[in-house]
């Protein structure tokens, strides 16, 4: 694979451009119809302008961070490299353009890639959350690769070490079918999440908590629900870079600014300045800064930069993204991936409101309080999650250190 078509599918899909491989380097060039669009998909790494581009930033392997987000991490890359082994392809052979040719149109966001590799899967009619999940954890160990092609199919594009798939639910029947396929009357696209072979069998109850409690600290929350099986309750939220079919563009931080997330090197300080840069906003702003006072007190540490995003509408508009993957999480030698003010072991109060000040949100200590309220009501909401009083009373007494 020496060259792929970039398009960017909202209303209409517009032909972006081309990426080059050749000689190990990877290059890009706009094309002439697109320029005029005034669309900055990437305005950092990748601003609007003619000629070609080579990336020279091996971050990504050489890829640009605003494609590198298309591309899985995780879970979608261990699936994607046992398809390559059943097909006795040595992974480590394959470029990124080739990765990205898998992903074609079902990648995250808008983004999508020409010419495209099927994945032949049987696409499952009917979806039974505990036959993904048993196949899951049999995959993760690798006991097994029944259902590795579907599996492929139905999460292969999503981030993350957690396994999931990308499913449609009609809330009205509570009927769960294939997620990658045009989206059918009366449905909407969720994710759902499996636990990975370090969870505890909890891990979707928390999370739903969690999400219950962001949503009453006025955080911008996808829906989310739990959804039951026979054997077990799995934690799922709508998709926010889809609306009904029209996609929306979306570009982590981590791809915005080429910050690599294995390696902590982002601070709150450098994400509220980035939020304004982009989108000239200060209420977008105090987004960033309630989500900063969030995962404080809520011991949120696993918050690095694939875990913060922007969405760019079809004017070309930036907004800070609804939050995902917000629960209780430790971090990287128990600290937070993103510092406050240089601090990630034990940040307080005093970081938070000294970010305030440094950014001049005014409302700093009010947003402040109101987070802490919300944290204090971790029981109620842990219970409508159905979490064990145990689980509940262990990570309640770790609020109450940080508060």
Not at 132 to 157: M, N, P, V, W, Y
Not at 198 to 223: I, Q, T
Not at 245 to 256: K, N, P
Request: proline residues 3%; negative net charge; glycine residues 8%.
């Amino acid at each position: 694979m020496n060259s792929l078509q970039v398009f960017l599918n909202h209303r209409e899909k517009l032909n972006v451009g081309r990426l080059l491989y050749k000689d190990r380097k990877i290059f890009f060039e706009y094309e002439s119809e697109f320029l005029k669009s005034s669309l900055e998909i990437s305005p950092y790494k990748l601003p609007l302008k003619e000629g070609l581009f080579e990336c020279e930033d091996m971050t990504f392997e050489g890829l640009w961070g605003v494609f590198n987000d298309s591309l899985p991490d995780g879970w979608g890359r261990l699936l994607f490299e046992r398809h390559l082994r059943k097909l006795g392809i040595n992974a480590q052979s394959i470029s990124p353009l080739e990765r990205l040719s898998y992903v074609g149109r079902f990648g995250m966001g808008a983004l999508s890639y020409e010419p495209e590799e099927e994945i032949k899967s049987t696409a499952l009619d009917k979806i039974v959350l505990d036959d993904l999940a048993t196949h899951s954890q049999a995959i993760l160990k690798g006991s097994s690769e029944e259902l590795l092609d579907e599996l492929l199919r139905l999460g292969g594009s999503s981030a993350g070490a957690r396994p999931k798939a990308l499913i449609q639910i009609n809330e009205s029947s509570n009927e769960i079918i294939h997620g990658t396929q045009i989206l059918a009357e009366g449905f909407t696209h969720w994710m759902v999440k499996f636990a990975s072979s370090s969870d505890g069998k909890e891990v979707g109850a928390v999370e739903y908590a969690y999400s219950l409690m962001a949503k009453d600290a006025k955080l911008d929350m996808p829906k989310t629900t739990l959804l039951q099986d026979k054997k077990g309750s799995y934690f799922a939220c709508e998709r926010f870079d889809r609306v009904g079919d029209e996609r929306i563009h979306m570009h982590t931080v981590a791809g915005l600014i080429h910050s690599d997330f294995r390696y902590p090197s982002l601070d709150y300080d450098d994400l509220l300045t980035l939020c304004l840069h982009l989108t000239k906003s200060v209420v977008e702003q105090k987004k960033v800064f309630r989500l900063a006072c969030f995962n404080l007190f809520a011991h949120n540490r696993d918050d690095h930069s694939k875990n913060f995003s922007f969405l760019m509408n079809e004017q070309g508009e930036w907004s800070f993204s609804p939050v995902y993957d917000i629960t209780f999480s430790s971090g990287p030698g128990g600290e937070h991936s993103t510092m406050y003010l240089g601090e990630g072991k034990n940040p307080t109060i005093t970081h938070l409101l000294k970010l305030a000040e440094k950014h001049q949100i005014k409302e700093g200590t009010k947003i402040v309080k109101e987070v802490q309220e919300t944290i204090n009501k971790w029981s109620k909401f842990a219970k409508v999650a159905g979490v064990s009083r145990n689980t509940e009373l262990s990570i309640g007494k770790i609020f109450k250190r940080l508060m």
